[in-house]
C-alpha cells in the first residue's frame, strides 16, 4: 500500500488589521516565536494557549524555522509599530503618575 502524501496548509491566518494569528484562534504568530525563542516546547505553548492544537505549534514553529527572515522582519515591523503607538498613546496621555491617579480616582 503506498501512502499519499497530501501538503498540509500552514496555519496562519492575517486579519483585517494585519496582525497573523494561529489558525482561527486569537494568539499571535509574535507569541508563539516568543514563546519558542525562551525555550518553550510546542507542548509547552499548546498547554498555555489551549485554544491552538498542538498540530498547528508545531506547523507555526516549522513555518518560522523555514521562514526565518521574513518572519524577523514582520516581528520587527511590528515591533516599530508598537513603539510608534506607545509614543502616541504616551504624547496624548501624560503617564507619569498614572498610577496615583487612578488610585486617587477610585478612593475619592
Same mark, same amino acid.
Given at each position: 500500500m503506498l501512502?499519499?502524501?497530501?501538503?498540509?496548509?500552514?496555519?496562519?491566518?492575517?486579519d483585517a488589521?494585519?496582525?497573523v494569528?494561529? #489558525?482561527r484562534?486569537?494568539?499571535?504568530?509574535?507569541?508563539?516565536? *516568543?514563546?519558542f525563542?525562551? #525555550?518553550?516546547? *510546542?507542548?509547552?505553548?499548546a498547554?498555555?494557549?489551549?485554544?491552538?492544537d498542538l498540530?498547528?505549534?508545531?506547523a507555526?514553529?516549522?513555518?518560522?524555522?523555514?521562514?526565518?527572515s521574513e518572519?524577523?522582519?514582520?516581528l520587527?515591523?511590528?515591533?516599530?509599530? *508598537? *513603539?510608534?503607538?506607545?509614543?502616541?498613546?504616551e504624547?496624548?496621555f501624560?503617564?507619569? #503618575?498614572?498610577?496615583?491617579r487612578?488610585?486617587?480616582?477610585?478612593?475619592?
Amino acid at each position: 500500500m503506498l501512502l499519499e502524501v497530501a501538503p498540509e496548509p500552514v496555519p496562519l491566518l492575517t486579519d483585517a488589521d494585519g496582525v497573523v494569528r494561529v #489558525g482561527r484562534s486569537r494568539v499571535t504568530l509574535d507569541t508563539v516565536v *516568543a514563546a519558542f525563542r525562551t #525555550g518553550a516546547t *510546542a507542548e509547552e505553548i499548546a498547554q498555555q494557549y489551549p485554544s491552538v492544537d498542538l498540530v498547528e505549534i508545531y506547523a507555526v514553529i516549522t513555518y518560522y524555522l523555514r521562514h526565518r527572515s521574513e518572519v524577523e522582519e514582520y516581528l520587527r515591523a511590528r515591533e516599530r509599530m *508598537a *513603539a510608534e503607538v506607545r509614543a502616541d498613546n504616551e504624547a496624548r496621555f501624560d503617564p507619569v #503618575g498614572i498610577r496615583e491617579r487612578l488610585l486617587a480616582r477610585c478612593n475619592g
